[in-house]
């Protein structure tokens, strides 16, 4: 497989009047060319502003990459001006944002917004770009697509607007999309349209996506590989299976425990991570999740862990898993 | 069965109207939120209540409350019809009816200290001098807060620790039934877990009874001892927890079932999802016939035209749906 996307010991920070807020601290990650992977985690974990430095759509200030390599097809797109970088969003790595109330123009109607891309990266005239576009709202299950140019976002409802996100995403075919949270402004029986019309759209353009969640369920249907982020950090990364089947960081195995599974029996007591994410203007010096871990050893505290590969390209952050004991096991298993 | 039923809901119905014109007088349509509920909430149950957004599911919690007066049907709470009570003939029952809103970060008032927000009611009902600040630290402690929290402001709370105020504050006067409505929507995994436990407790603890309002199956399956699904103001299927998940009869429960993700990829790779055409349809101008037939994959000609009634096909086990003989009226 050929590497797409390649994040180094990427840092960025926020600067803030209570002090520097280390939001994103060394995170290192890989797409392949049409691959499905996922960030996890929970609100504050850095998730978000990683995939918003990759687009350099960090606002600059108060938000400063501090440190990193983003190389895309070989280029560092951190070293890539305001224009060059233009040329990039949107054509070849475009986003599907979390709530598709804020994230279009109220006062454009959708036909001027999903032409807007298509004229500028692709070169269409006005006429040419109008017919793709109404091949777009087709493809992403619009009905009457025609008629529908000329409306404005708030015509839509909650679930068609995400659609017409992901029409505009898609709209020049680019190799790499990151969907941040697409669906946790929407129902159920909508979110499980919207994943496989995204799943099915990318799979078909042979694109590569990054799925952004906090859903552990969203995960498992759809990623092949997963990076599990906690205060800024990574903490587990591997494939989808090893991640679910063996995790080798007592974080990773804390939320999976907290949550209730309808194929198992049901539990009585649900076991709960104690305790809150750091501070991150002030983070632990060791390992963020020693505060809250119950494994914890005085070394994890002293500095910061590495990952290290324990099984083929299954890494953690985790010591005690390092040296070999996973005493979270026992915990899982008594689901 | 009859003698432990704390509260009883019988043909609840709610209508807003959608109002135009200058003035905004004219009234133009109704809009049906909930439309003929009937159910029982039985002591020390959890009832869980499941449904998409504009189900009616939040009406409902409202009408119990009687923060919202139903526009028809009865509420029966201590052998008294709550609709029917005037503001001022309420006010001892709402002490017993208590209620936990969906998001800790706006139903906390941010001018108030921790102490103020848990005292109001107490202050409303006239507890007051050494036993108010006595009571306040209890129900800190009570919801795994400690006391000398009580001067803080809801900023310097973390989620989680604003949702267990939120539960301090409806506990204050010993409820016996709370309307829990969205509780952990707002809410990190690894914290829900920390309320759903603080919730069971307190349940356990107090003998309290729940409506648990919420649109994730999986934690109503948790917390729920029965369950109802609701689509677009009418109930669909009622059923004990084991049965409601282990068979649902309702094509729309099956869809809802399916459609929730497992955190697990094998197990996911193996299922098969149904996925349910369309959204839900505006409750301005509702399906003929049985609400849910335009997205039903299992619909049939009859379903557009008849309206189905509530069966019960087993024990404990009601739905309405033309697939089944005791749903024909």
Redesign the interface.
């Known amino acids: 497989m050929t590497k797409l996307l390649e994040v180094k010991n990427l840092v960025t920070h926020f600067v803030t009047q209570d002090g520097i807020v280390q939001a994103v601290n060394g995170v290192s990650f890989e797409v392949n060319q049409g691959e499905i992977v996922a960030l996890v985690g929970e609100s504050g974990c850095g998730k978000t502003v990683s995939s918003l430095s990759v687009l350099q759509l960090i606002p600059q200030p108060p938000g400063k990459i501090v440190d990193g390599k983003v190389i895309f097809a070989g280029m560092d797109l951190l070293k890539k001006s305001k224009e060059e970088m233009q040329k990039i969003r949107g054509s070849r790595i475009s986003m599907i944002f979390q709530e598709p109330m804020t994230s279009l123009n109220p006062v454009l109607t959708i036909g001027r917004q999903l032409t807007e891309g298509l004229q500028f990266h692709l070169k269409l005239d006005k006429k040419e770009a109008t017919r793709q576009a109404v091949e777009l709202l087709k493809s992403v299950g619009i009905p009457h697509a025609e008629g529908r140019l000329n409306d404005y976002p708030h015509h839509f409802s909650g679930g068609m607007r995400q659609r017409v996100m992901i029409a505009m995403a898609l709209a020049c075919e680019p190799q790499l999309v990151i969907a941040d949270e697409p669906t946790t402004a929407v129902d159920v029986t909508i979110q499980a349209q919207l994943l496989d019309l995204i799943r099915n759209l990318t799979l078909r353009l042979n694109t590569a996506l990054i799925i952004i969640t906090h859903n552990l369920g969203v995960v498992a249907r759809y990623a092949q590989r997963v990076y599990v982020m906690y205060a800024g950090q990574i903490m587990e990364q591997g494939t989808a299976i090893d991640v679910y089947h063996n995790p080798l960081h007592p974080y990773t195995a804390g939320l999976l425990g907290s949550v209730p599974r309808l194929d198992e029996p049901r539990r009585t007591r649900l076991q709960p991570i104690d305790g809150q994410p750091p501070d991150l203007i002030a983070p632990p010096q060791g390992c963020p999740f020693a505060p809250r871990c119950v494994y914890v050893k005085p070394e994890c505290k002293l500095k910061r862990l590495p990952l290290v590969e324990i099984n083929s390209g299954h890494f953690t952050a985790c010591l005690v898993a390092q040296e070999g004991a996973l005493p979270w096991k026992k915990i899982l298993s008594l689901k | 069965m009859e003698k432990d039923i704390i509260l009883e809901v019988t043909n609840l119905t709610k209508y807003f109207p959608v109002t135009g014109g200058f003035f905004g007088r004219k009234k133009l349509a109704e809009v049906k939120a909930v439309d003929g509920v009937s159910f029982a909430i039985h002591k020390g149950e959890t009832l869980g209540l499941v449904g ?2 504009g189900s009616g599911k939040t009406t409902v919690g409202k009408n119990i409350l009687q923060l919202q007066r139903p526009t028809s049907g009865e509420i029966w709470f201590k052998n008294k019809d709550l609709a029917s009570l005037s503001n001022k003939e309420l006010r001892p029952y709402r002490q017993k009816l208590q209620v936990v809103f969906q998001d800790p970060y706006e139903s906390l008032d941010p001018r108030f200290t921790a102490a103020d927000i848990i005292g109001e009611p107490l202050r409303l009902h006239k507890v007051k001098g050494g036993e108010y600040n006595k009571r306040i630290a209890e129900l800190l402690k009570l919801v795994g807060l400690s006391p000398y929290m009580a001067e803080r402001y809801p900023h310097e709370f ?1 989620g ?1 620790q604003r949702q267990r105020l939120g539960v301090a504050r409806a506990l204050a006067l010993q409820p016996e039934f709370i309307v829990c409505d969205e509780p952990l929507s707002a809410l ?7 309320i ?2 603080l919730l ?1 407790d307190l349940k356990n603890k107090f003998g309290l009874s729940y409506l648990f309002i919420s ?1 994730d ?3 109503v ?2 917390i729920s001892d029965r369950v109802m699904v609701m689509y677009l103001g009418k109930l669909m299927e009622v059923a004990d ?1 084991d049965s409601m ?1 282990e068979k649902p009869l309702h094509p729309y429960t099956q ?3 399916s ?10 790779a193996e299922r098969k ?1 149904i ?2 055409k369309g ?2 349809p505006s409750p301005l101008n509702p399906p003929t016939g049985c609400v849910f037939h335009p997205r039903c994959f299992k619909a049939f000609e009859d379903c557009p035209k008849v309206v189905p009634v509530m069966g019960e096909t087993s024990p404990d086990h009601h739905v309405a749906c033309l697939l089944y003989k005791e749903c024909w009226p």
């Open positions: 998409e957004s973390s989680g990190d995994v690894s914290i829900q877990a920390q759903i436990n069971d649109h199956l999986s934690v399956r948790h927890r998940y869809a809802l079932l459609a929730v993700p497992i955190p697990d990829p094998a197990v996911e999802v996925i349910l959204e839900v």
